[in-house]
Protein backbone atom coordinates (compact mmCIF):
# COMPACT_ATOMS: atom_id res chain seq x y z
CA UNK A 1 0.00 0.00 0.00
CA UNK A 2 1.28 3.29 -0.79
CA UNK A 3 0.18 7.06 -0.93
CA UNK A 4 -0.87 9.42 -3.94
CA UNK A 5 -0.41 11.93 -2.04
CA UNK A 6 -0.44 13.85 1.92
CA UNK A 7 -3.01 17.11 2.23
CA UNK A 8 -2.31 18.84 5.45
CA UNK A 9 -5.47 20.92 6.92
CA UNK A 10 -5.90 22.91 10.20
CA UNK A 11 -6.55 20.20 12.39
CA UNK A 12 -6.50 16.92 10.39
CA UNK A 13 -4.33 15.14 7.78
CA UNK A 14 -5.71 13.54 4.75
CA UNK A 15 -3.53 10.98 2.70
CA UNK A 16 -4.91 9.92 -0.58
CA UNK A 17 -3.80 5.96 -0.99
CA UNK A 18 -2.94 4.51 -4.42
CA UNK A 19 -6.34 2.58 -4.49
CA UNK A 20 -8.66 5.95 -4.78
CA UNK A 21 -9.78 6.40 -1.18
CA UNK A 22 -8.81 8.76 1.35
CA UNK A 23 -8.94 9.19 4.80
CA UNK A 24 -8.44 11.42 7.21
CA UNK A 25 -6.52 11.66 10.54
CA UNK A 26 -6.81 14.09 13.50
CA UNK A 27 -2.98 15.76 14.43
CA UNK A 28 -3.38 14.39 18.10
CA UNK A 29 -4.84 10.96 17.00
CA UNK A 30 -1.35 10.36 15.22
CA UNK A 31 1.02 12.22 18.19
CA UNK A 32 -1.09 9.54 20.54
CA UNK A 33 -0.78 6.56 17.94
CA UNK A 34 2.89 6.87 16.88
CA UNK A 35 4.77 3.71 16.47
CA UNK A 36 7.69 4.67 18.30
CA UNK A 37 6.40 5.23 21.64
CA UNK A 38 6.05 2.14 22.51
CA UNK A 39 7.88 -0.19 25.23
CA UNK A 40 10.87 -1.64 23.07
CA UNK A 41 10.39 -5.25 25.07
CA UNK A 42 6.38 -5.86 25.58
CA UNK A 43 5.29 -3.39 22.79
CA UNK A 44 3.29 -1.72 24.94
CA UNK A 45 1.75 1.89 24.34
CA UNK A 46 4.00 4.52 26.73
CA UNK A 47 2.34 7.12 26.08
CA UNK A 48 -1.34 8.44 27.66
CA UNK A 49 -3.17 10.53 25.57
CA UNK A 50 -3.79 12.97 28.44
CA UNK A 51 -0.12 13.83 27.63
CA UNK A 52 -0.93 15.13 24.51
CA UNK A 53 -2.49 18.67 23.68
CA UNK A 54 -5.33 18.68 21.41
CA UNK A 55 -4.32 21.32 19.82
CA UNK A 56 -0.92 19.35 18.76
CA UNK A 57 -0.04 20.06 15.02
CA UNK A 58 3.33 19.12 12.86
CA UNK A 59 6.13 21.31 11.78
CA UNK A 60 6.10 19.18 8.89
CA UNK A 61 4.81 16.48 7.06
CA UNK A 62 6.70 14.40 4.35
CA UNK A 63 6.26 11.49 2.09
CA UNK A 64 9.08 9.58 1.49
CA UNK A 65 10.46 8.35 -1.83
CA UNK A 66 8.70 5.45 -2.54
CA UNK A 67 5.78 7.26 -0.69
CA UNK A 68 5.21 3.96 1.71
CA UNK A 69 5.58 6.47 4.81
CA UNK A 70 4.09 9.53 6.16
CA UNK A 71 7.10 11.26 8.58
CA UNK A 72 5.55 14.06 10.82
CA UNK A 73 7.52 16.24 13.15
CA UNK A 74 5.66 17.79 16.41
CA UNK A 75 5.69 20.87 17.37
CA UNK A 76 5.91 19.45 20.64
CA UNK A 77 9.07 20.32 23.56
CA UNK A 78 11.04 18.37 22.17
CA UNK A 79 9.91 18.01 18.35
CA UNK A 80 8.80 14.36 18.49
CA UNK A 81 9.39 12.71 15.38
CA UNK A 82 6.51 10.01 14.25
CA UNK A 83 6.68 8.06 11.10
CA UNK A 84 3.50 5.76 9.93
CA UNK A 85 3.80 3.12 7.35
CA UNK A 86 0.38 3.58 5.10
CA UNK A 87 -0.69 -0.37 5.38
CA UNK A 88 -1.02 0.77 9.13
CA UNK A 89 -2.48 4.26 8.46
CA UNK A 90 -5.22 2.16 5.82
CA UNK A 91 -5.91 -0.57 8.39
CA UNK A 92 -6.59 2.10 10.84
CA UNK A 93 -8.63 4.98 9.35
CA UNK A 94 -11.37 5.79 11.34
CA UNK A 95 -12.44 8.52 8.50
CA UNK A 96 -12.44 6.84 5.13
CA UNK A 97 -13.31 8.85 1.81
CA UNK A 98 -14.83 11.53 4.35
CA UNK A 99 -16.77 14.39 2.53
CA UNK A 100 -15.20 17.11 2.23
CA UNK A 101 -17.24 20.44 3.73
CA UNK A 102 -15.05 23.75 2.99
CA UNK A 103 -15.05 26.42 5.44
CA UNK A 104 -16.89 29.68 4.08
CA UNK A 105 -14.86 32.01 1.37
CA UNK A 106 -13.17 34.86 1.52
CA UNK A 107 -13.35 35.72 -2.37
CA UNK A 108 -14.75 39.28 -2.38
CA UNK A 109 -14.92 38.63 -6.27
CA UNK A 110 -18.12 36.54 -5.94
CA UNK A 111 -20.38 39.54 -4.03
CA UNK A 112 -18.78 42.54 -5.14
CA UNK A 113 -20.53 44.52 -8.74
CA UNK A 114 -20.31 48.09 -10.08
CA UNK A 115 -23.61 49.41 -10.20
CA UNK A 116 -22.99 51.34 -13.99
CA UNK A 117 -22.23 47.86 -15.64
CA UNK A 118 -24.94 46.16 -14.38
CA UNK A 119 -27.26 48.86 -15.35
CA UNK A 120 -31.13 46.93 -15.71
CA UNK A 121 -29.65 43.67 -14.68
CA UNK A 122 -28.66 45.29 -10.92
CA UNK A 123 -32.11 44.40 -8.57
CA UNK A 124 -31.56 40.58 -10.66
CA UNK A 125 -27.33 40.42 -9.30
CA UNK A 126 -28.68 41.49 -6.03
CA UNK A 127 -31.36 38.71 -5.50
CA UNK A 128 -29.04 35.84 -7.40
CA UNK A 129 -25.72 37.08 -5.07
CA UNK A 130 -27.93 37.35 -1.96
CA UNK A 131 -29.37 33.84 -2.50
CA UNK A 132 -26.40 32.28 -3.45
CA UNK A 133 -23.46 33.71 -1.23
CA UNK A 134 -25.95 35.90 1.48
CA UNK A 135 -24.54 39.26 0.78
CA UNK A 136 -23.78 41.52 -2.02
CA UNK A 137 -21.70 44.67 -2.51
CA UNK A 138 -23.17 47.43 -5.20
CA UNK A 139 -20.17 50.11 -5.75
CA UNK A 140 -21.56 53.24 -7.38
CA UNK A 141 -25.36 53.32 -6.59
CA UNK A 142 -25.65 57.03 -5.51
CA UNK A 143 -26.44 58.41 -2.21
CA UNK A 144 -30.21 58.29 -2.56
CA UNK A 145 -31.39 55.80 -0.25
CA UNK A 146 -35.07 56.07 -0.79
CA UNK A 147 -33.91 55.40 -4.24
CA UNK A 148 -32.68 52.13 -3.53
CA UNK A 149 -35.41 51.31 -1.09
CA UNK A 150 -37.94 51.55 -3.95
CA UNK A 151 -35.93 49.42 -6.13
CA UNK A 152 -35.84 46.62 -3.49
CA UNK A 153 -39.77 47.10 -2.81
CA UNK A 154 -39.94 45.92 -6.70
CA UNK A 155 -38.74 42.79 -5.72
CA UNK A 156 -40.95 42.54 -2.41
CA UNK A 157 -38.79 43.94 0.12
CA UNK A 158 -40.15 45.68 2.90
CA UNK A 159 -38.80 48.05 5.34
CA UNK A 160 -38.90 47.15 9.00
CA UNK A 161 -39.23 50.05 11.62
CA UNK A 162 -37.15 48.62 14.60
CA UNK A 163 -36.40 50.85 17.53
CA UNK A 164 -33.88 53.07 16.01
CA UNK A 165 -36.56 53.93 13.74
CA UNK A 166 -36.96 53.75 10.04
CA UNK A 167 -33.76 54.31 8.88
CA UNK A 168 -30.20 54.56 10.87
CA UNK A 169 -27.75 56.85 10.48
CA UNK A 170 -25.04 55.41 11.81
CA UNK A 171 -22.73 58.47 12.75
CA UNK A 172 -21.07 59.36 15.69
CA UNK A 173 -22.46 63.06 15.91
CA UNK A 174 -26.35 61.32 15.43
CA UNK A 175 -29.18 63.41 16.51
CA UNK A 176 -32.12 61.73 14.39
CA UNK A 177 -32.48 58.18 15.21
CA UNK A 178 -33.80 56.73 19.02
CA UNK A 179 -32.04 54.55 21.34
CA UNK A 180 -28.61 55.44 20.33
CA UNK A 181 -26.80 54.23 23.22
CA UNK A 182 -25.29 51.10 21.96
CA UNK A 183 -21.43 50.37 19.77
CA UNK A 184 -22.85 51.06 16.06
CA UNK A 185 -23.05 54.64 16.98
CA UNK A 186 -19.43 55.09 18.20
CA UNK A 187 -16.09 54.56 16.59
CA UNK A 188 -14.97 51.31 18.36
CA UNK A 189 -15.25 48.52 16.53
CA UNK A 190 -17.65 46.07 16.74
CA UNK A 191 -16.97 42.74 15.88
CA UNK A 192 -19.19 40.37 14.00
CA UNK A 193 -22.47 39.91 14.77
CA UNK A 194 -25.93 39.02 14.11
CA UNK A 195 -28.80 42.19 14.40
CA UNK A 196 -31.52 42.62 16.42
CA UNK A 197 -31.14 38.94 17.62
CA UNK A 198 -33.00 39.31 20.68
CA UNK A 199 -36.19 40.06 18.76
CA UNK A 200 -38.67 36.67 18.33
CA UNK A 201 -37.93 37.72 14.60
CA UNK A 202 -35.10 39.37 13.58
CA UNK A 203 -35.57 41.35 10.31
CA UNK A 204 -34.44 39.31 7.35
CA UNK A 205 -31.90 41.32 5.54
CA UNK A 206 -30.21 44.96 6.15
CA UNK A 207 -28.48 47.11 3.93
CA UNK A 208 -25.58 49.47 4.93
CA UNK A 209 -25.34 52.36 2.58
CA UNK A 210 -22.28 54.54 2.41
CA UNK A 211 -22.65 58.31 2.64
CA UNK A 212 -19.09 59.31 3.70
CA UNK A 213 -16.17 56.76 4.47
CA UNK A 214 -14.09 57.19 7.56
CA UNK A 215 -10.98 59.28 7.44
CA UNK A 216 -8.89 55.89 8.25
CA UNK A 217 -10.69 52.72 9.09
CA UNK A 218 -14.12 51.35 9.04
CA UNK A 219 -13.52 48.34 7.43
CA UNK A 220 -16.18 46.16 6.48
CA UNK A 221 -16.35 42.16 6.95
CA UNK A 222 -18.81 39.84 6.66
CA UNK A 223 -19.04 35.88 6.59
CA UNK A 224 -20.91 33.16 5.75
CA UNK A 225 -22.37 31.71 9.09
CA UNK A 226 -24.42 29.25 7.65
CA UNK A 227 -21.04 27.87 5.95
CA UNK A 228 -19.46 27.81 9.08
CA UNK A 229 -21.94 26.15 10.90
CA UNK A 230 -21.77 23.52 8.33
CA UNK A 231 -18.05 23.41 8.55
CA UNK A 232 -18.25 22.23 12.77
CA UNK A 233 -20.47 19.89 11.72
CA UNK A 234 -18.57 18.41 9.61
CA UNK A 235 -15.32 18.70 12.25
CA UNK A 236 -17.21 18.94 15.60
CA UNK A 237 -20.59 17.19 15.31
CA UNK A 238 -21.22 17.33 19.37
CA UNK A 239 -20.35 21.04 19.26
CA UNK A 240 -22.55 21.69 16.26
CA UNK A 241 -25.48 19.49 18.21
CA UNK A 242 -24.81 21.77 21.43
CA UNK A 243 -24.78 25.09 19.45
CA UNK A 244 -28.23 23.66 17.96
CA UNK A 245 -30.25 22.74 21.09
CA UNK A 246 -28.89 24.57 23.95
CA UNK A 247 -31.10 27.98 24.14
CA UNK A 248 -29.03 31.41 24.75
CA UNK A 249 -30.16 34.37 26.51
CA UNK A 250 -29.65 37.56 24.03
CA UNK A 251 -30.94 40.53 25.91
CA UNK A 252 -31.08 44.30 24.82
CA UNK A 253 -31.22 46.73 27.71
CA UNK A 254 -31.13 50.83 26.42
CA UNK A 255 -32.07 53.72 28.60
CA UNK A 256 -35.54 53.16 26.84
CA UNK A 257 -35.57 49.89 24.82
CA UNK A 258 -35.52 46.41 26.85
CA UNK A 259 -35.89 43.38 25.25
CA UNK A 260 -35.04 39.45 25.57
CA UNK A 261 -35.27 36.04 23.64
CA UNK A 262 -33.93 33.04 24.36
CA UNK A 263 -32.65 30.85 21.21
CA UNK A 264 -29.93 28.40 20.38
CA UNK A 265 -26.80 30.23 18.49
CA UNK A 266 -27.81 27.66 15.23
CA UNK A 267 -31.50 27.32 14.45
CA UNK A 268 -32.16 24.01 12.55
CA UNK A 269 -35.49 22.99 10.36
CA UNK A 270 -34.38 19.24 10.31
CA UNK A 271 -30.92 19.21 8.94
CA UNK A 272 -31.34 22.37 7.52
CA UNK A 273 -29.32 24.88 9.02
CA UNK A 274 -32.15 28.34 8.82
CA UNK A 275 -30.89 30.95 11.14
CA UNK A 276 -27.64 31.91 13.20
CA UNK A 277 -27.94 34.24 16.05
CA UNK A 278 -24.50 35.43 17.49
CA UNK A 279 -24.04 38.85 19.00
CA UNK A 280 -21.65 38.96 21.67
CA UNK A 281 -22.15 42.39 22.76
CA UNK A 282 -26.22 41.57 23.73
CA UNK A 283 -25.88 38.00 25.29
CA UNK A 284 -26.68 37.76 28.92
CA UNK A 285 -25.13 35.65 31.68
CA UNK A 286 -25.16 32.44 30.25
CA UNK A 287 -27.78 29.84 32.60
CA UNK A 288 -27.12 26.12 32.02
CA UNK A 289 -26.55 23.13 34.17
CA UNK A 290 -23.36 23.24 35.80
CA UNK A 291 -22.16 20.40 34.04
CA UNK A 292 -22.93 21.89 30.59
CA UNK A 293 -21.03 25.03 30.94
CA UNK A 294 -17.89 24.15 30.00
CA UNK A 295 -18.68 22.08 26.91
CA UNK A 296 -20.98 24.71 25.80
CA UNK A 297 -18.64 27.55 25.90
CA UNK A 298 -16.12 24.97 24.24
CA UNK A 299 -18.76 24.31 21.25
CA UNK A 300 -18.98 28.00 21.19
CA UNK A 301 -15.60 28.95 20.87
CA UNK A 302 -14.88 26.43 18.30
CA UNK A 303 -17.52 28.38 16.26
CA UNK A 304 -16.49 31.61 17.11
CA UNK A 305 -12.58 30.73 15.74
CA UNK A 306 -14.23 29.40 12.22
CA UNK A 307 -15.90 32.96 11.67
CA UNK A 308 -13.23 34.75 13.21
CA UNK A 309 -10.71 33.17 10.47
CA UNK A 310 -9.81 36.31 7.91
CA UNK A 311 -9.21 33.15 5.72
CA UNK A 312 -12.78 32.75 6.00
CA UNK A 313 -14.29 36.11 6.05
CA UNK A 314 -15.06 39.14 2.99
CA UNK A 315 -13.22 42.24 4.21
CA UNK A 316 -14.07 45.47 2.53
CA UNK A 317 -13.86 49.45 2.21
CA UNK A 318 -17.23 50.90 1.57
CA UNK A 319 -16.74 54.52 -0.59
CA UNK A 320 -19.14 57.11 -0.80
CA UNK A 321 -22.65 55.37 -2.71
CA UNK A 322 -22.58 52.34 -2.36
CA UNK A 323 -24.24 49.90 -0.40
CA UNK A 324 -23.39 46.37 1.25
CA UNK A 325 -26.90 44.24 1.36
CA UNK A 326 -26.87 40.84 3.49
CA UNK A 327 -28.92 37.82 4.61
CA UNK A 328 -29.12 39.10 8.39
CA UNK A 329 -30.09 35.14 9.48
CA UNK A 330 -27.22 34.12 7.17
CA UNK A 331 -24.39 36.39 7.85
CA UNK A 332 -22.15 38.15 10.32
CA UNK A 333 -20.91 41.10 9.91
CA UNK A 334 -18.57 43.81 11.67
CA UNK A 335 -16.28 46.86 10.86
CA UNK A 336 -13.04 47.72 12.51
CA UNK A 337 -12.43 51.21 14.18
CA UNK A 338 -12.51 54.23 12.26
CA UNK A 339 -11.48 57.59 12.63
CA UNK A 340 -13.28 60.83 11.31
CA UNK A 341 -17.07 61.52 10.20
CA UNK A 342 -18.02 57.86 8.92
CA UNK A 343 -22.02 57.78 8.13
CA UNK A 344 -23.93 54.45 6.96
CA UNK A 345 -27.79 54.73 6.83
CA UNK A 346 -29.02 51.59 8.14
CA UNK A 347 -32.60 49.58 6.71
CA UNK A 348 -34.03 46.50 7.83
CA UNK A 349 -36.17 44.33 5.34
CA UNK A 350 -38.33 41.60 5.07
CA UNK A 351 -39.67 40.09 2.42
CA UNK A 352 -43.68 40.32 1.44
Same mark, same amino acid.
Given at each position: ?22 ? !? ?20 ? $? ?13 ? @? ?13 ? !? ?23 ? @??? &? ?43 ? $? ?46 ? &? ?14 ? &? ?6 ? @? ?43 ? $? ?5 ? $? ?7 ? %??? &? ?40 ? !? ?7 ? %? ?16
Amino acid at each position: MAAVGIEPRDSFLRVRFADGTHA !DFHYFWLRHNCECCRHPQTGER $IICSSNVPMAIRPES @VSLNADATEVTARWN !DADGHRSVFALPWLHTHAYALNRED @VLP &PSSDLGAIEVDFAALGAAALDRCDDAVRCFGAIIVRGRGNDTEAI $IDDFAQRGLQVIGTHFGRIEDLRTDNTTNDNTDQLGYTDAPVDLHTDQ &PFLDQPPRYQMLHCMQ &PAESGGEN @VVVDAWQAARYLRNLDAHAFELLTRIGVRFHRQQKKFERLVVSPV $IEIDGET $IVRIRSSYF %TMA &PHRVPFEQMEEWYRAYNRFAEIVNDPRHQYRFLLRAGDFLLY !DNYRMLHAR %TGFTGARWLRGVYFNRE
